[in-house]
């Protein structure tokens, strides 16, 4: 329900904060008191048009936010999951205005397209004015409002889901379809392209491994080349070069011919004799490297030619090397489409007709349940619509089949309301053939039958009782509580019928402070509220019959 509403700055309002509670709230005041501009508030927290003449003069923005308790489980609550807002029990919808025509839109002060908004604003509250009957004028609520009354939520829901699985079938034989065409199309090229593919049969992460392979080999030739220099120093085949082998040798033979006494000699020829060791040894170990490192003098040229294959093979496929096995594999996928293309296409056509059966059945059968439905709810409404001074007015609750091309997942009729308010009118749409008041009262009739099943918590009504009083007055002021029972109820009224059946009464007044006018709201407690309601019977002056009457008006709406 509406909890409270928020306003700064709208026209005649500085500030003001309205408390609601559940049941019927009314709202009561002279004429030019200001009560359009409380709606016009609430429109602009609920996202309906924002114009600059709302702010007050001199201020540089006005601002509304409406607090909203949704009950547990509302679609609200889904709507701002979907949007990946946060949720929390009261919902805030607020709207600031600025002083040249912009807006800005927050839902819990998080901020929201004004699109959303509305969107948010047409599940808490639906506002039935002389000029604004947007729920029931629109012909798209129609079907909604009378699978609420029929109670077809099963039927409807089994329409939807076989709605959705037809459209599956068709959306797969489509793409299966399209699938073959192009297959066929490409046919000569598709075969020798998987072929000559399949024959170079890349592998996942083969370039990375090759070009890692190809740069180990290149690091060999260098580190053979450089063996290869150290052992030609050890052993240098040009005679001219100086040979460390031989001067070693040479060197121990030279000692070797010392005449004695040569001990001082022998640590050096053991040196030299070591060295002769070691040196043999290095040649041993480099001799052995050379062996050991030797590549295969072909693989380097392979490894060159399989990279180029297979990058000649990406560009020519218009892909990156790493991606050539996928690639071939939708080439496959699409020559298999090609070869069980057929077999599949007609399986998906046999799937869409049955599919295409079962929703023809759940259409069929929604549509006679609604048909069913529209007759009970022509009655229900026919014995609201005279104490509402509508004895004339006849609805009649139309079910026409659709063109199968507009079926869809609400089945296969158009539902709209008609209505003829005179006898021997052929019935029309409301919006033209239902005045501004007559619309809200058949609303008001409407919302009478369905209070029970509307997803809606909170309604408002603008002059619901316009050109009517009386027994007529006092019918809408009981159709109205009775609504409230089970939904909020606000309504702006000139009729002490409808005021009298108020819990909550609001006078709403303008006056003036020094050269300014404003709108105030004022909540009246049990002698105010007679003392308006006399007001509202006698005119100008009150007097003691007018509040006997409102006295009696109050005593009779308990």
């Known amino acids: 329900m509406l909890a409270s509403l928020s306003i700064r700055d709208v026209v005649l309002i500085e500030r003001l904060d309205l408390n609601f509670g559940p049941g019927l709230s009314v709202l009561t005041g002279e004429t030019g008191a200001g009560k359009s501009i409380l709606l016009d508030s609430l429109g602009l927290a609920l996202g309906m048009r924002a114009e600059a003449g709302l702010v007050r003069a001199g201020q540089p923005q006005a601002s509304v936010?409406?607090?909203?308790?949704?009950?547990?489980?509302?679609?609200?609550?889904?709507?701002?999951?979907?949007?990946?807002?946060?949720?929390?029990?009261?919902?805030?919808?607020r709207r600031v205005l600025q002083a040249d025509g912009r807006s800005r839109a927050f839902v819990n002060d998080q901020p929201v397209g004004v699109a959303l908004l509305k969107r948010l604003a047409g599940t808490?509250?639906?506002?039935?004015?002389?000029?604004?009957?947007?729920?029931?004028?629109?012909?798209?609520?129609?079907?909604?409002?009378?699978?609420?009354?029929?109670?077809?939520?099963?039927?409807?829901?089994?329409?939807?889901?076989?709605?959705?699985?037809?459209?599956?079938?068709?959306?797969?034989?489509?793409?299966?379809?399209?699938?073959?065409?192009?297959?066929?199309?490409?046919?000569?090229?598709l075969r020798h392209a998987v072929e000559e593919l399949t024959t170079l049969s890349p592998e996942d992460g083969e370039e990375e491994r090759l070009t890692q392979e190809r740069q180990g080999l290149q690091q060999s030739e260098r580190r053979n080349e450089a063996i290869a220099s150290a052992l030609s120093e050890l052993q240098p085949r040009d005679r001219r070069s100086a040979n460390p082998g031989a001067a070693l040798r040479s060197a121990a033979r030279a000692l070797e011919?010392?005449?004695?006494?040569?001990?001082?000699?022998?640590?050096?020829?053991?040196?030299?004799?070591?060295?002769?060791?070691?040196?043999?040894?290095?040649?041993?170990?480099?001799?052995?490297?050379?062996?050991?490192?030797?590549?295969?003098?072909?693989?380097?040229?392979?490894?060159?030619?399989?990279?180029?294959?297979?990058?000649?093979?990406?560009?020519?496929?218009?892909?990156?090397?790493?991606?050539?096995?996928?690639?071939?594999?939708?080439?496959?996928e699409r020559l298999l489409a090609l070869d069980a293309g057929t077999g599949r296409v007609a399986a998906l056509q046999a799937a869409r007709q049955t599919a295409r059966t079962a929703y023809v059945a759940a259409g069929t059968a929604l549509t006679e349940a609604?048909?069913?439905?529209?007759?009970?709810?022509?009655?229900?409404?026919?014995?609201?619509?005279?104490?509402?001074?509508?004895?004339?007015a006849r609805v009649v609750i139309e079910v026409a089949p659709r063109e199968a091309t507009a079926w869809g997942a609400d089945g296969m009729d158009r539902v709209t309301l008609l209505v003829s308010t005179n006898p021997g009118q052929?019935?029309?749409q409301l919006v033209k053939i239902a005045s501004g008041g007559e619309l809200s009262r058949l609303m008001l009739a409407l919302k009478v039958v369905l209070a029970r099943g509307s997803p809606v918590p909170t309604l408002v009504f603008d002059e619901v009782d316009a050109g009517i009083g009386g027994a007529t007055a006092a019918a809408v002021g009981e159709r109205l509580a009775r609504v409230a029972e089970r939904l909020q109820v606000l309504v702006v009224t000139h009729s002490p019928q409808v005021a009298a059946r108020g819990a909550q009464h609001l006078q709403?007044?303008?006056?003036?402070?020094?050269?300014v006018a404003e709108t105030r709201v004022t909540p009246l407690d049990a002698p105010a509220r007679r003392e308006e309601i006399a007001r509202m019977l006698a005119g100008e002056?009150?007097?003691?019959?007018?509040?006997?009457?409102?006295?009696?008006l109050l005593e009779g709406a308990q």
């Open 508 to 515: 709403v007044a303008k006056a003036v402070r020094g050269a």
């Open 541 to 552: 002056v009150v007097t003691e019959a007018a509040r006997a009457a409102a006295a009696s």
């Open 124 to 189: 808490l509250v639906e506002v039935q004015g002389q000029h604004d009957q947007v729920g029931l004028a629109d012909p798209a609520t129609h079907s909604a409002l009378l699978d609420s009354f029929g109670a077809l939520d099963a039927p409807r829901g089994k329409v939807a889901a076989s709605f959705r699985e037809w459209r599956s079938t068709e959306t797969a034989l489509a793409e299966a379809e399209a699938a073959v065409a192009a297959a066929l199309r490409d046919e000569e090229w």
């Open 426 to 428: 052929t019935p029309g």
């Open 257 to 332: 011919r010392l005449p004695p006494p040569n001990e001082n000699a022998q640590p050096a020829l053991a040196a030299i004799t070591a060295a002769q060791d070691l040196l043999a040894e290095a040649e041993r170990l480099l001799e052995r490297l050379a062996v050991d490192a030797l590549p295969d003098p072909r693989r380097l040229e392979t490894l060159e030619d399989r990279l180029y294959g297979l990058r000649s093979a990406a560009r020519k496929h218009g892909v990156a090397v790493v991606e050539l096995p996928t690639h071939l594999g939708h080439l496959r």
């Open 370 to 392: 609604r048909r069913a439905a529209a007759g009970k709810l022509e009655r229900a409404l026919a014995k609201e619509l005279p104490p509402l001074k509508l004895d004339r």
């Open 65 to 93: 936010a409406a607090t909203f308790l949704p009950p547990e489980g509302h679609p609200a609550f889904a709507i701002l999951t979907e949007q990946g807002l946060d949720a929390e029990d009261a919902m805030v919808l």
